[in-house]
């Protein structure tokens, strides 16, 4: 079980750029969420999935857009990079219920320049 | 608005001694806690959690006390070793509602 992967671990994005930050979990679990979190800030949530084919925004969810067509994918889209979206980007799953105790994957770190 | 706060940016506590890492919340309808650890470069991993018919959760070296009425939350690491060294972060959820996360105590466990 490798548990929840993010791809890449990296990236430095000029403005303006577009990227897809990707994230896999093979825990077959249903619930699915993607944070950021700013230095010296706490996690942030920007879009959650229930299930495959069903989103719905957090928090902090603009410049981000989100899919999930398969249980185990959960792609982030950057379209408009700005100098705010550099951050720690964490996504995580969970099982039994929304807002279970969630296991994180190890974080795309951003910079845009 | 910070509905979760840990005013304690950072703590350092010696090899063997009790850590005691600190949360408020402001929300009343907050009625699941949970505390998770980061170390550097790596995600979050769930610690422990009470639910708030609890007043005390244990696991091993770590408990969990919640006070209701302060809206007041601890975490007791005991005895301290220098592995536990990391970012705490609480986090509490109310109902169906999403989790809210403080902001976290770097914890320093000095050998």
């Known amino acids: 079980n490798a548990g929840v992967t993010q791809t890449p671990k990296f990236r430095i994005l000029k403005i303006g750029q577009s990227m897809t930050l990707q994230c896999t979990q093979d825990?077959?679990?249903?619930?699915m969420y993607w944070y950021r979190q700013d230095p010296g800030m706490g996690l942030k949530l920007i879009y959650y999935s229930v299930g495959a084919g069903i989103t719905d925004k957090g928090e902090v969810p603009n410049g981000y857009n989100v899919s999930r067509s398969t249980t185990e994918d959960f792609p982030l889209r950057l379209e408009l990079a700005a100098p705010s979206q550099t951050s720690v980007y964490f996504c995580?799953?969970?099982?039994?219920?929304?807002?279970?105790?969630?296991?994180f994957g190890p974080g795309t770190r951003l910079t845009v320049l | 608005d910070q509905q979760v706060k840990q005013n304690s940016p950072s703590l350092s506590v010696q090899e063997g001694r009790i850590s005691i890492l600190n949360c408020d919340y402001t929300?009343?309808?907050?009625?699941?806690f949970l505390w998770y650890k980061k170390y550097p470069a790596e995600g979050p991993t769930f610690l422990i959690s009470i639910s708030s018919i609890k007043d005390k959760n244990e696991d091993g070296r770590f408990t969990v006390f919640l006070n209701k009425s302060a809206k007041h939350l601890s975490l007791h690491i005991v005895p301290s070793q220098p592995g536990d060294s990391a970012v705490y972060f609480c986090a509490a959820k109310g109902g169906s509602e999403k989790l809210v996360f403080g902001k976290g105590t770097k914890l320093t466990v000095n050998p």
């Open positions: 825990m077959n679990h249903n619930y």
């Open positions: 929300n009343s309808m907050f009625d699941y």
């Open positions: 995580a799953s969970s099982y039994g219920s929304l807002w279970d105790t969630q296991y």
